[in-house]
């Protein structure tokens, strides 16, 4: 589903990956750990586009296309989805509004017809439900005033709505409360888990995990992949850190 | 109606005027209407209540319904330096104590090339209410006086649209408010042509409340300046400035607004709230709240702030599948709306924010 080869990227002049490499096949759940700015962000923001994020070496391919050649919104129109860890507040854009726009924005790109208002309060509706976010919240301007827990359950249910493919989710598990990482977890596995379906989860902690098992846990230091292993991995590194395999790394 | 010349138009050297463009005018006041027809079906919002057709100034009596509105001398005059020019015939809304139009007024000035000048007076007595809704289409320059006058606790909502394709709108208003009396009025500069707003509201008597504010949207070479100045005379009053100004390609978008506060005017709110938004950098916003205060227990809050859109906001839309134009759009439309969010009857406000939108889809 999503090929990365030695990817090179910068911002602000400074490079940041440095010759990445990963594959994601559908069905699949990996998961990403590594010390504080070692680049899991940055991999997240190139994926998507983000301006200021330079590619300056290597590919990535995503469901058979190129995926750097794509604007952001082709890229989210081809199925990506990513969870910010810092989502953005934008006053006076309600989320009904900015995410039937997106919605059908997506639809519209892909040849779909488009929602009618009343069809798009049913799916909005059934995911806010789903994700413990109350319905008069989504009618609020996106973001603002929403706590830090809240701000994540929000980025989970546009997911929800959005319904990609590929999800690359961006330290959804910070700043949540243990009931709420209960059920963004469920969340992720109701709407991401399937066989053509597959999830990027960018963590810091074994917690997530216990709700949403990864399949692969890889460990990024210094703009690099430098150790791949199974579920298992996540909990060594929760008892040892990452000093061990950093060094090794640098040996 | 003859055309007067047009002899001492004020210069970019007078403070007052420093980020006007009034080049266009000499030419246009010495050229003559087409007469040509323009379709303004569009342009009528249907409100049930008296409509007014004025076609270069001229009263279209045949597609008009002016109910209470007489149509004539006016008596209103003005030294303002554009308005001066409005001398001729005019229209007077007249309502007497307690009265209320049937449905808010409609009027549509359809501009077909040339100049026209036209005086208007709005005179409430104590209680009456009226909303007067003006749109402005055409090419020319259409220049207009309006004198309001608010009797005690009388109730205006005044909302003009300037939509023609090119030429000029010189508005001036001249309002005097009475004890407890209430203005409301929002202007929308959309379209294409040049536009100088001048306003000079006085809350003459305790407890007034005055809002003058709305949305300047300008793109290409255009200019649109607006140029306000509400003065408390009295104690207990209120008043509201808020203005939004969006400038695109090489444009420039101009607010000047004032409180002056009289020095018996104690216990005053006043807020002014000016904010640009510039789509490109090569165009231009000039924001300048100005207070005057001689009274010395009063509120007066002012922001007055230049910014372009949020690049992370416009990252975060994308990323969810909007394109960059209509994530421009929304977030444009977003700073907007304040502006236009004072208009009182919903079927006006929508009208006015669906010009605002066909201004971003046109624009972006
Ligand atoms: N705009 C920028 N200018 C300069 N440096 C930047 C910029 N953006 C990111 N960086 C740097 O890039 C590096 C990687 O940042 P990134 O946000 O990808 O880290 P991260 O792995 O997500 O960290 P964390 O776990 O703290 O979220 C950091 O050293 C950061 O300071
Ligand atoms: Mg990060």
């Known amino acids: 589903m999503l090929t990365i080869s030695n990817l090179h990227a910068e911002t602000a002049g400074k490079a940041i990956l440095k010759g990445l490499s990963l594959t994601i096949n559908a069905g699949e759940i990996h998961a990403i750990m590594g010390p504080n700015g070692a680049g899991k962000s940055t991999l997240g923001y190139t994926l998507a586009g983000r301006p200021g994020y330079e590619v300056t070496d290597g590919s990535v391919t995503f469901l058979g296309e190129d995926l750097l050649e794509k604007a952001p919104h082709e890229r989210a129109a081809a199925g990506l989805f990513l969870g910010f860890q810092y989502p953005v507040e934008i006053p006076g854009v309600s989320n009904v509004q900015f995410l039937r726009t997106a919605l059908n924005a997506q639809r519209r790109l892909r040849g779909q017809a488009e929602l009618s208002g009343g069809e798009f309060l049913k799916v909005a509706r059934a995911q806010a439900d789903a994700l413990g976010l109350n319905m008069d919240m989504l009618k609020r301007p996106v973001n603002v005033g929403f706590s830090g827990g809240e701000k994540k359950r929000n980025e989970m249910v546009q997911m929800g709505i959005i319904d990609p493919r590929l999800a690359i989710l961006d330290e959804t598990d910070s700043g949540l409360d243990i009931d709420a990482l209960r059920t963004v977890g469920d969340g992720i596995n109701r709407i991401m888990r399937a066989p053509d379906k597959a999830v990027l989860l960018i963590t810091h902690y074994q917690r997530l995990l216990d709700y949403v098992k990864p399949d692969f846990v890889h460990v990024l230091a210094d703009g690099r992949i430098v150790r791949s292993g199974g579920a298992e991995l996540a909990l060594e590194l929760e008892r040892e850190g990452y000093a061990e395999t950093v060094r090794e790394q640098a040996a | 109606m003859s055309s007067p010349a047009i002899l001492g138009l004020p210069s970019p050297r007078d403070e007052a005027w420093r980020w006007s463009d009034l080049s266009a005018l000499p030419a246009l006041a010495e050229a003559s209407p087409t007469g040509g027809v323009i ?24 597609l008009s319904d002016p109910g209470p509105i007489t149509c004539g001398a006016t008596g209103v005059a003005s030294a303002h330096a554009l308005a001066r020019l409005a001398t001729g015939d005019g229209w007077a809304l007249r309502l007497g104590a307690d009265h209320a139009a049937a449905g808010p007024v409609e009027i549509v000035h359809v501009a077909t090339g040339g100049a026209s000048h036209l005086p208007a007076l709005i005179e409430l007595a104590d209680d009456a209410q009226a909303s007067v809704v003006e749109t402005f289409v055409g090419d020319g320059w259409a220049n207009r006086l309006l004198s309001i006058r608010l009797g005690r606790s009388a109730r205006l909502m005044r909302s003009a649209r300037l939509l023609q394709a090119s030429g000029f709108v010189s508005l001036r208003d001249e309002a005097e408010l009475a004890e407890g009396a209430s203005l409301i009025a929002t202007v929308l500069g959309a379209g294409g042509q040049g536009t100088r707003i001048d306003a000079a509201v006085t809350l003459a008597a305790p407890g007034a409340f005055a809002e003058y504010g709305g949305a300047l949207l300008a793109r290409d070479d ?10 408390h005379a009295a104690p207990n009053g209120t008043s509201r400035q808020l203005w939004r100004a969006v400038a695109d390609d090489r444009a420039a978008a101009s607010i000047a607004a004032r409180v002056e506060v009289a020095r018996d005017a104690q216990k005053t709110d006043g807020e002014q709230s000016l ?8 165009a231009t916003i000039n924001l300048k709240p100005e207070l005057e205060i001689f009274a010395d227990d009063v509120k007066c809050a002012h922001g007055a702030t230049v910014g372009e859109l949020d690049a992370r906001a416009l990252f975060y839309l994308e990323s969810r599948g909007l394109p960059p134009a209509q994530a421009k759009a929304l977030l444009t439309r977003a700073f907007v709306a304040d502006a236009l969010g004072r208009i009182g009857e919903e079927a006006v406000r929508e009208a006015f924010a669906a010009d605002a939108e066909a201004w971003l889809e046109a624009t972006l």
Do not use: C, E
């Not at chain 2, 904010?275 to 090569?282: F, I």
């Open chain 2, 39 to 62: 379709d303004t079906s569009g342009f009528w919002l249907n409100l049930g209540g008296p409509r007014l057709l004025f076609v270069d100034g001229r009263l279209d009596a045949g």
């Open chain 2, 275 to 282: 904010r640009g938004l510039l789509l490109r950098r090569t």
């Open chain 2, 222 to 231: 255009q200019r649109h300046d607006a140029a306000v100045a509400v003065r």
